[in-house]
């Protein structure tokens, strides 16, 4: 295909435009573009002519247009800043006004990238404008792209005067303040609703650490309570054992004691030889 657009020998169609002629094949850009298609198929005087006058577009834009339809791409690589921004605007522009759909996607992501690496304040009304020119339709997908680098870089330009009063000056400004607007009110919306999750997720936390607290207080409690009576059993059995010192047992043998704890909680010294119970 690209070899094609390089040799012009089987060529049957000339795209004009500011003065420029681009030989093509009608196998090719009318297949891609409908719009193309019509106008060679129907009775119009392109279909005797085999020439095509585009005027709504300049010519490095049809350029770009007639490049994506060989390659499935196109180059900017010539413009940077607010220029590179507007040639996707206008690549774009000219995707739809010829219904060539994936040139439309393509344009989109062009756009992205470059309002990422190429961000420059200088001039970007301009690329406002571009976006919002009376002819072109209000297509979702770049307007998104445009007004997510405005919203991303608000702060920024709401305190540069030169962008606002050239922002003002724009034919369809009340356009792209009103979706500017609609996007604040869905990032607020958005928000609001990222609050509420996390406020109750927060709050179903604090209950669980609340349970968890009072399970510990609870087992504290129980803790208090065996820790007091083990040591009024140490009490007892230090009492007993200072009771019978080292004296011998009834059974006249050396002490030699074992404790035993009973029902009801009681504890016994009994004599390991005679099992005789002390206490």
């Known amino acids: 295909m690209a ?8 060529s049957d169609l000339t795209i004009k435009c500011e003065g420029q002629g681009f030989d093509v094949h009608r196998a090719i850009v009318c297949s891609l573009s409908p719009e193309l298609a019509t106008r060679i198929d129907g009775k ?20 770009r247009m007639l490049d994506y339809m060989y390659t499935l791409d196109y180059s900017t690589d010539e413009l940077t800043g607010k220029e590179l921004l507007v040639a996707q605007a206008r690549v774009h522009k000219v995707g739809d006004f010829h219904n060539v759909p994936p040139l439309q996607d393509l344009a989109v992501e062009k756009f992205k990238g470059a309002a990422v690496m190429g961000w420059q304040i200088e001039g970007f009304a301009a690329v406002v404008e571009a976006v919002y020119q009376p002819t072109m339709p209000r297509h979702v997908d770049i307007l998104q792209a445009l007004i997510c680098t405005v919203y991303e ?21 009340e356009d792209f303040y009103n979706d500017l607007i609609l996007t604040l009110s869905d990032q607020l919306a958005s928000y609001r609703k990222d609050f509420k999750v996390e406020k109750e997720a927060l709050e179903r936390r ?12 609870k087992q ?17 059995f230090e009492m007993l054992i200072g009771n019978l010192g080292y004296n ?10 074992a404790v035993q704890r009973v029902p009801f909680d009681t504890i016994h010294i009994r ?5 005789f119970r002390y206490g």
Do not use: W
């Open 3 to 10: 070899a094609l657009q390089v040799n012009q020998k089987y």
């Open 44 to 63: 119009f005087r392109e279909a005797l002519t085999g020439e095509i006058e585009i005027m709504e577009h300049d010519a490095p834009t049809v350029k």
């Open 153 to 173: 870089r608000i702060k920024e330009l709401v305190a540069d005067e030169s962008f606002l009063r050239e922002v003002a000056k724009t034919e369809k400004r």
């Open 206 to 217: 604090m209950d669980t650490i609340k349970q968890a607290l009072e399970m510990n207080k």
């Open 220 to 236: 504290a409690s129980d803790r208090g309570r065996l820790l007091g009576e083990a040591k009024a059993e140490v009490q007892t």
């Open 248 to 257: 011998q047992c009834e059974c006249g043998r050396k002490a030699r004691f």
């Open 271 to 275: 004599c390991k030889i005679c099992n």
